[in-house]
């Protein structure tokens, strides 16, 4: 029982604490951290050799850093470097092989709908794109494949919201989806791997 009070006490004091005023106003900004979860969609592919194959991405941590720039009042334009790495496995044939790593770094730009409510809550929904640098390392299981990944451009959509612990000081849940996708440059007439996902992630900002 006294665990239980002492917890409410707590969770009392933080959401009654009165944060410094602030409003989304043009001219604020702020600088990020974020980590989080990614998960692909996943691919599938034709081989002429074994029929259909199936390219699959694993869940993986997802982390960057990143600037938001409110450009007018209430909205804002964040722009925000990740690194994500995944294994690929291919599955066709009635076998499953990994083959090695996925690396992406994702240079993201998002325009974004962000008023504060209530003095400390800052809700947004946005809109954008970038530009993902993709490398792929093989394995003793990719038996020379030889793959170069393509860069490529892609485009998201995301929803969240932050907390403004004071004045300067914010913490966030991110949800984004990105599209894109890559080619491999030393396979001729390469069909597209998608690369398409889910970003869940938790940050913190100071904003000046």
């Known amino acids: 029982m006294k665990k239980i009070i002492a ?3 707590v969770l009392a004091f933080i959401v009654s604490v009165s944060p410094a005023a602030f409003s989304a106003e043009a001219g604020k900004m702020g600088v990020g951290l974020r980590v989080g979860y990614k998960t692909y969609a996943g691919d599938d592919e034709s081989d002429p050799v074994v029929g259909k194959i199936d390219l699959d991405f694993d869940s993986t941590v997802a982390y ?3 600037f938001t720039w409110f ?3 209430d909205f804002a334009a964040e722009l925000a470097v990740e690194y994500a ?5 291919v599955k066709g ?7 090695g790593d996925v690396s992406q770094l994702p ?6 709908y962000q008023p504060t409510l209530a003095e400390c809550w800052m809700p947004y929904v946005g809109i954008g794109g970038g530009y993902f640098i993709n490398d792929f390392s093989e394995n003793e299981n990719s038996r020379g494949a030889n793959v170069e990944l393509e860069d490529k451009f892609g485009f998201l959509v995301n929803v969240g919201c932050e907390y403004l612990i004071d004045g300067s000081n914010a913490i966030g849940l991110d949800l984004r989806y990105c599209w894109d996708s890559t080619k491999d440059k030393n396979t001729v007439n390469s069909e597209s791997i998608d690369l398409n996902a889910l970003n869940i992630s938790l940050g913190y900002k100071y904003y000046f």
């Open 64 to 66: 960057g850093a990143n």
């Open 7 to 9: 917890f409410a006490c």
């Open 71 to 73: 450009f007018v009042d």
């Open 93 to 99: 044939g009635g076998q499953s092989v990994d083959i």
């Open 107 to 112: 240079i993201l730009l998002t325009l974004r």
């Open 85 to 89: 790495k995944s294994t690929m496995t």
